[in-house]
C-alpha cells in the first residue's frame, strides 16, 4: 500500500520561505513522476509542480522562479522549496504520487502579516 507523508507547512510571513517534505512509502519511488498541487479555501486543487524520475520539472507559471521540485530517491522523498512567499499562495498543499493516483493528506501554507 501507497502512503504519502507531508509534512513542513504553517505559518509566514510576506517574503518568507518553506520547505514542503513528502515521505513515500510501499512504491518503487525512483520511477515515478510525483507532484506537489495546492488547494485554497473555496478554489479548485490545482498542480504546483511536477518532477519526472529522472528530474525533469514543470511548474505552474504562478510559481516559476519562486519554488522548486526536488527529490531524493534514497530518501523517498520529494521537497518543495518555496521563497518570496506571497498571501495568494495560502492554501492547503498536497503531494500526489502520478502513476498511481495517490495522495497525501495535506499541510497547510498560510503567508500572512
Known amino acids: 500500500q501507497v502512503q504519502l507523508v507531508e509534512s513542513g507547512g504553517g505559518l509566514v510571513q510576506p517574503g518568507g520561505s518553506l520547505r514542503l517534505s513528502c515521505v513515500v512509502s510501499g512504491s518503487i519511488f525512483s520511477i515515478h513522476r510525483m507532484a506537489w498541487y495546492r488547494q485554497a479555501p473555496g478554489k479548485q486543487r490545482d498542480l504546483v509542480a511536477l518532477?519526472?524520475?529522472?528530474?525533469?520539472?514543470n511548474y505552474a507559471d504562478s510559481v516559476k522562479g519562486r519554488f522548486t521540485i526536488s527529490r531524493d530517491n534514497r530518501k523517498n522523498t520529494v521537497y518543495l522549496q518555496m521563497n518570496n512567499l506571497k498571501p495568494e499562495d495560502t492554501a492547503v498543499y498536497y503531494c500526489r504520487h502520478v502513476q498511481g493516483d495517490y495522495w497525501g493528506q495535506g499541510t497547510q501554507v498560510t503567508v500572512s502579516s
Open positions: 518532477i519526472t524520475g529522472d528530474g525533469k520539472t
